[in-house]
């Protein structure tokens, strides 16, 4: 066991899939010979039982043995078996989907609990779009209308504080920008842009850009800086 938090791995969606395997290796080789997890809670309103599927066959397929951490509702977050499994658990993943629903599915549950002491005990977490999102301090959630570009800020499970992650950014995240730019809740917040296939990782020292994209800092200032596989990414809070 360690003092410190363990990997961290955000990504900016597309999770599962080909162009993802830097970062998907590193998780796997985090979670060493512990149980690894794949945790379908964004994805309860689509097809989560696809989700887990799809999860265990790119896993499987890169030499991880990968089941579903039952986080699907409350109830199932509370339960003494996720528990359990969850307090000794090499890592968990989460999936992408709904991005507001995850937190008030898991926050102040036990299961939930449990998985944040196990990586704050050195094991891994990711997340993917939705949940990547969640494990900052904020989530960006619509603001008016399915589809509109305009976001507000809600309270997140604040993994990454300081921090609110911006998935997709190459494909639609960046037309995020102006209403999260102007609706800050501190002046301290960092937007963190991540394209698709490609996740900014905390390996317990630095955070690095990994997969086929970039990662993309916005510092409080306005000022960007954006990084790609292999670099140390800079301007981004430690977790905690």
């Known amino acids: 066991m360690t003092d410190a938090p363990g990997p961290l791995f955000l990504v ?5 899939n080909p162009g993802n395997e830097p970062q998907d290796r590193a998780f796997a080789a985090a979670c060493g010979e512990r149980a690894a997890y794949v ?9 989560p039982d696809a989700a887990v ?18 986080m699907r509702n409350r109830t199932q977050a509370r339960a003494s078996s996720t528990v359990e499994a969850a307090a000794t658990m090499g890592g968990a993943y989460l999936c992408g989907g709904d991005p507001g629903i995850v937190v008030t599915t898991l926050r102040g549950t036990a299961g939930w609990d449990a998985a944040v ?3 704050r005990s050195g094991a891994a977490l990711a997340g993917s779009s939705a949940g990547a999102m969640a494990l900052g301090e904020w989530t960006l959630l619509k ?3 399915p589809g509109d570009h305009e976001r507000r800020y809600a309270d997140a499970l604040n993994l990454a504080p300081g921090v609110a992650v911006i998935p997709h950014w190459d494909e639609f995240g960046a037309s995020w920008m102006p209403s999260a730019a102007a609706a800050r809740p501190r002046s301290d917040v960092v937007l963190l842009g991540l394209d698709t296939c490609t996740a ?5 020292h630095a955070w690095h850009a990994l997969g ?8 409080p200032d306005g000022e960007r800086a954006t990084f790609r596989e ?5 301007g981004l809070p430690a977790p905690q």
């Not at 599927?53 to 039952?70: K, N, Q, S, T, Y």
């Not at 086929?212 to 510092?219: F, L, P």
């Open 12 to 16: 900016g969606g597309n999770e599962f």
């Open 39 to 47: 945790v379908v809670t964004a994805a309860v309103r689509h097809d």
């Open 53 to 70: 599927r799809h999860a265990v066959d790119w896993f499987a397929a890169i030499g991880l043995a990968m089941d579903e951490l039952p």
């Open 117 to 119: 002491a196990a990586w």
């Open 143 to 145: 603001g008016r209308m």
């Open 200 to 204: 900014a990782a905390w390996d317990g």
């Open 212 to 219: 086929r994209g970039s990662v993309t800092v916005i510092g």
């Open 230 to 234: 292999g670099a140390r990414v800079e």
